[in-house]
């Protein structure tokens, strides 16, 4: 079983910045497509950001101008940057390396933006 490890969850005041890690084995950064998802209680999973393996990234309407995905290859590890934190963002974030049919998971972490 491929295990997606996150790190970096917590409590973070409206208007601060959290970064999140992913270590993933190096097959899994080197392949596939990796992806930011996060999800309230009670709402939809929802795919907030997106590094493909040319380099391109895509974000959420949501999230955009505020969060920020990368790699750091050497270290297979994926990064979101969330900057101007606000209550709606937060959730429980799991990271995720796709490719074709083929969906890797990490067991999530907890972002909660109170005051």
């Known amino acids: 079983q491929v295990q997606l490890v996150e790190s970096g969850g917590g409590l973070v005041q409206p208007g601060g910045s959290l970064t999140l890690s992913c270590e993933a084995p190096?097959?899994?950064?080197?392949?596939?497509?990796m992806n930011w998802y996060r999800q309230a209680p009670g709402k939809e999973r929802e795919l907030v950001a997106t590094?493909?393996?040319?380099?391109?990234?895509n974000y959420a309407d949501s999230v955009k101008g505020r969060f920020f995905i990368s790699k750091d290859s050497a270290k297979s590890t994926v990064y979101l940057q969330m900057n101007s934190l606000r209550p709606e963002d937060t959730a429980v974030y799991y990271c995720?390396?796709?490719?074709?049919?083929?969906?890797?998971w990490g067991q999530g972490t907890q972002v909660t933006v109170s005051s």
């Open positions: 190096r097959i899994i950064t080197s392949i596939y497509t």
């Open positions: 590094l493909a393996l040319g380099g391109t990234t």
């Open positions: 995720n390396g796709a490719f074709g049919g083929n969906d890797v």
